[in-house]
């Protein structure tokens, strides 16, 4: 098995380095992520400047781009082959509901979705690293267990809680939740006295209840949660069709 492997969090985050380790007894990997931390950026690609592509000591390669050139550059420029997988993470913090369309985490395995090739988001409950190797060995199990067995290309987001391999409990396939509408920005001024804005917190979860991530993930369970990228309004486009008509 032949796998790319990328993040959001950067090429030296601990959680793609602990999830390199984890698969490389089971696969080629190949790591191609961003050189610092791209949190949020979603599936952004980088049309304004050129971009380059580096090695580090490691054998990782780095890009100065989002996760979403990393696994382009990977795919049309880098490697000579198709990778049989696609995985980004570990992911320092929970990417579940309507976080999802932000994730860069959950963006690097769509681009490499869209090329046709299945891809799998791994991130981590809370935030800190804490049961980092527990949250590797079990984004191993889930490579194993879902490659042959899912209709390809697939794309799964998949969240882990920060707890010991032996105190998870079994994974649940879920539905993504719902969030109440983000927190307020922040205002505060810059050394010359300009007001500046940071972006708010996420609000809190509007709907958790039982099959979603939000639900299994505070019940202890690892959540995987099958995602499309077909944004069609259908009920909607039956309707304005028949206003059209």
């Not at 396939?173 to 927190?183: I, P, V």
């Not at 509007?206 to 639900?215: Q, R």
Request: hydrophobic share 45%; charged share 20%; with cysteine.
């Amino acid at each position: 098995m032949r796998i790319l492997i990328s993040n959001d969090d950067g090429y030296l985050a601990p959680g793609i380095i602990a999830l390199a380790e984890a698969l490389v007894p089971i696969a080629d990997v190949v790591v191609v992520a961003p050189d610092n931390n791209r949190s949020g950026c979603s599936n952004s690609l980088t049309l304004d400047r050129p971009l380059s592509l580096l090695r580090a000591a490691n054998g990782f390669y780095f890009v100065n781009g989002t996760p979403s050139d990393c696994v382009h550059i990977a795919l049309t420029a880098l490697l000579d082959y198709t990778p049989d997988l696609v995985v980004s993470g570990i992911n320092q913090g929970q990417n579940m509901g309507d976080d999802t369309l932000y994730s860069g985490t959950v963006a690097a395995a769509t681009e490499g979705f869209l090329f046709g090739i299945p891809a799998i988001a791994f991130s981590q409950v809370e935030h800190g690293w804490e049961q980092l190797d527990a949250a590797a060995k079990m984004a191993r199990d889930i490579v194993e267990r879902c490659f042959d067995i899912l209709e390809k290309p697939y794309l799964l987001n998949v969240n882990i809680p920060n707890r010991a391999y032996g105190n998870l409990k079994p994974i649940m396939s879920t539905r993504l939740g719902k969030r109440h509408q983000s927190e307020p920005v922040i205002r505060s001024k810059d050394p010359q006295g300009r007001e500046i804005f940071w972006i708010g917190p996420a609000g809190a979860a509007k709907d958790a209840g039982a099959g979603t991530d939000f639900y299994a993930t505070m019940m202890g369970h690892v959540s995987i949660t099958p995602l499309q990228i077909d944004l069609t309004h259908a009920a909607q486009l039956d309707f304005l069709r028949r206003i059209l008509e």
